[in-house]
């Protein structure tokens, strides 16, 4: 098992090492684009960089006796089986996320800064970070408790269980986020009253499209990058912009990117995406309930682990781990997917606002300015894009048919 675990491990760095590689070569290594292949190969180097550290701590992790040291020092001050091996969950993410934060500061103040994109101060920074980590241990040490209880007192069959709560609480956060937590990381205030405002309002009318208001975001306290989304469901929907966007676009782009925003909802697209993430969500949990159904599953993780008794957390984190490759290749489908919708809402944004040519000016405004690759490998595509290239989607909107 042992053997397995690490071998899952190199094949998804080796993997990724390749696509990257694949990518890097298929980057115009000409003058005009020789300053986003230069972000590019910066980026690339800083996440190999830190996938490798991870990897390493890994290999170290269970080459050691790591986990059962680990384990015992959380037992000393709990001892509840429950909480201990929630504790001992969150303190594996933990250590992980202090492994990543150095290359999440060199990447933030160096590569971003020299190349534009940071507007974060070193306050704004670790604050982000220590909200991030106080929301993670105040959400996921309780949520984690629970399935292990539920684990516990049900067997394996408590995966169904498991399944139906998680995504109770996943719908649930779905509708308090934008209330509760999005607050804590950036500001929201009215988009001021004035032609932008009453255009968005117009056309969200014309489309019988509800909202509970347009509002700006803070994007520039960040970054110089801009996006815009909606969150909330129904009349509780809400149009976020990014102040970024605001100040580096013509009105008709950005009517245009609020009208493809639109169209996801419109299409359906957004309860089709839940409904596949519910279902995988069930698959992981039926995975791991039928691997504890295996008589050997204890002294499998007992000895994968390194540990002196069997430990339900212990099954949670191999898991996590044997679950990677059956991610990657549902990921594909649900990448193509996500490429699909994307074509669809350009469409919607093309037949309803009727201005494909603000669409593409938008889109190749902020494929420039983020210095994004101009053409990247197919299999990179495959893999990773939840958007299709800009070329493609310009070809599409350009065309009298969908791509």
């Known amino acids: 098992m042992k053997t397995l675990i690490v071998t899952i491990l190199?094949?998804?760095?080796?993997?990724?090492?390749?696509?990257?590689?694949?990518?890097?070569?298929?980057?115009?290594?000409?003058?005009?684009?020789?300053?986003?292949?230069?972000?590019?190969?910066?980026?690339?180097?800083?996440?190999?960089?830190?996938?490798?550290?991870?990897?390493?701590?890994?290999?170290?992790?269970?080459?050691?006796?790591?986990?059962?040291?680990?384990?015992?020092?959380?037992?000393?001050?709990?001892?509840?089986?429950?909480?201990?091996?929630?504790?001992?969950?969150?303190?594996?993410?933990?250590?992980?996320?202090?492994?990543?934060?150095?290359?999440?500061?060199?990447?933030?103040?160096?590569?971003?800064?020299?190349?534009?994109?940071?507007?974060?101060?070193?306050?704004?920074?670790?604050?982000?970070?220590?909200?991030?980590?106080?929301?993670?241990?105040?959400?996921?040490?309780?949520?984690?408790?629970?399935?292990?209880?539920?684990?516990?007192?049900?067997?394996?069959?408590?995966?169904?269980?498991?399944?139906?709560?998680?995504?109770?609480?996943?719908?649930?956060?779905?509708?308090?986020?934008?209330?509760?937590?999005?607050?804590?990381?950036?500001?929201?205030?009215?988009?001021?009253?004035?032609?932008?405002?009453?255009?968005?309002?117009?056309?969200?009318?014309?489309?019988?499209?509800?909202?509970?208001?347009?509002?700006?975001?803070?994007?520039?306290?960040?970054?110089?990058?801009?996006?815009?989304?909606?969150?909330?469901?129904?009349?509780?929907r809400k149009l976020v912009l990014f102040d970024t966007l605001i100040a580096n676009h013509e009105p008709d782009e950005i009517l245009a990117v609020v009208a493809h925003e639109m169209g996801h909802f419109k299409c359906g697209h957004i309860p089709k995406m839940i409904l596949l993430s519910v279902l995988t969500q069930g698959l992981l949990f039926w995975i791991l309930g039928r691997f504890l159904t295996d008589p050997r599953a204890p002294v499998w993780i007992q000895q994968t682990l390194g540990l002196s008794e069997y430990s339900l957390a212990g099954a949670f984190l191999l898991m996590s781990i044997l679950y990677l490759p059956i991610s990657r290749v549902l990921s594909i489908g649900l990448m193509a997917l996500s490429r699909k919708h994307e074509y669809e809402a350009d469409d919607y944004s093309k037949r309803t606002f009727g201005k494909s040519a603000a669409l593409v000016s938008a889109l190749r405004k902020m494929e420039t300015d983020h210095l994004a690759h101009p053409s990247p490998h197919w299999l990179k595509v495959l893999l990773e894009y939840s958007h299709p290239p800009v070329d493609l989607r310009e070809k599409a909107l350009i065309s009298e048919t969908q791509i």
């Open 10 to 236: 190199a094949a998804n760095l080796l993997i990724d090492l390749m696509v990257e590689l694949l990518n890097l070569k298929s980057f115009p290594n000409t003058e005009q684009y020789k300053r986003r292949r230069s972000y590019f190969q910066e980026n690339m180097k800083v996440g190999f960089a830190e996938q490798g550290v991870q990897f390493l701590f890994w290999i170290v992790a269970f080459q050691s006796p790591f986990f059962e040291r680990l384990d015992l020092a959380i037992g000393s001050v709990i001892q509840s089986t429950i909480w201990k091996g929630a504790v001992w969950l969150i303190a594996i993410s933990a250590i992980r996320a202090l492994i990543s934060f150095p290359f999440q500061a060199f990447s933030t103040f160096s590569t971003e800064s020299r190349f534009g994109f940071n507007k974060t101060t070193v306050q704004t920074f670790f604050a982000d970070r220590i909200k991030g980590a106080l929301l993670g241990v105040t959400l996921g040490l309780p949520i984690l408790a629970l399935l292990l209880y539920i684990f516990q007192a049900m067997g394996p069959n408590a995966w169904w269980m498991c399944w139906l709560i998680l995504t109770g609480l996943s719908l649930v956060m779905g509708y308090l986020a934008p209330a509760l937590i999005l607050p804590l990381f950036n500001r929201f205030e009215s988009l001021p009253e004035g032609s932008l405002r009453s255009s968005i309002e117009a056309y969200a009318r014309k489309e019988d499209f509800p909202m509970g208001g347009t509002f700006v975001m803070d994007g520039s306290k960040r970054s110089t990058k801009r996006n815009a989304f909606f969150t909330g469901f129904g009349k509780l």
